[in-house]
């Protein structure tokens, strides 16, 4: 051999060793484990989005403050504002104070003389027998004509209406 003669030599890969195989065992308990990991996963979705729902409207509830002061503050000026304000005041005043009532005078009623009334003779009420029912025998119903049947193409009987 010489030294200019090359050996090419196979490359060796790593042999991989497969998975055991799972006992029955582990098969259930890793179904439970994945099923309580699916209920809890749910759980926190619906509490995320319930308080993202909770805070979407406190901001809209907050927006809709601001626009009512607002629209509060443009319509009225600070003078009438004041003059709200004052006649808030002495209703709430009027309100809280308990005074006695005007006592009340009574007029009296002018009585007026009526004669008594008569009683009514109400005639004895009738009463009605029914009347007696009148069986009537039914109406004959004409049955109509049978409607004559042919034999068609292919053996098939089908009604003759041509």
């Known amino acids: 051999m010489s030294d200019n003669q090359i050996f090419e030599s196979e490359e060796v890969k790593p042999i991989k060793k497969g998975r055991k195989a ?20 749910l759980e926190n979705r619906r509490k995320k989005a319930l308080l993202k729902k ?33 006649l808030k005041q002495l209703l709430l005043k009027a309100t809280t104070s308990k005074e006695p009532p005007a006592p009340k005078i009574e007029q009296p009623a002018p ?34 004509a049978p409607i004559p049947r042919k034999l068609v193409f292919g053996g098939t009987y089908k009604p003759a209406l041509w």
Request: net charge positive; no cysteine.
């Open 111 to 144: 009585k007026i003389e009526q004669p008594a009334p008569k009683p009514i003779k109400s005639p004895a009420p009738k009463v009605e027998q029914p009347a007696p029912k009148i069986e009537q025998p039914a109406p004959k119903i004409e049955q109509p």
């Open 22 to 41: 799972m006992t029955e065992e582990r098969k259930q308990a890793v179904k439970l484990q994945l099923a309580k990991g699916r209920e809890k996963a």
């Open 54 to 86: 909770l805070e979407k409207e406190e901001q809209h509830n907050e927006l809709e403050e601001k626009l009512k002061e607002k629209i509060k503050n443009k319509k009225t000026s600070n003078d009438l504002q004041d003059e709200i304000n004052e």
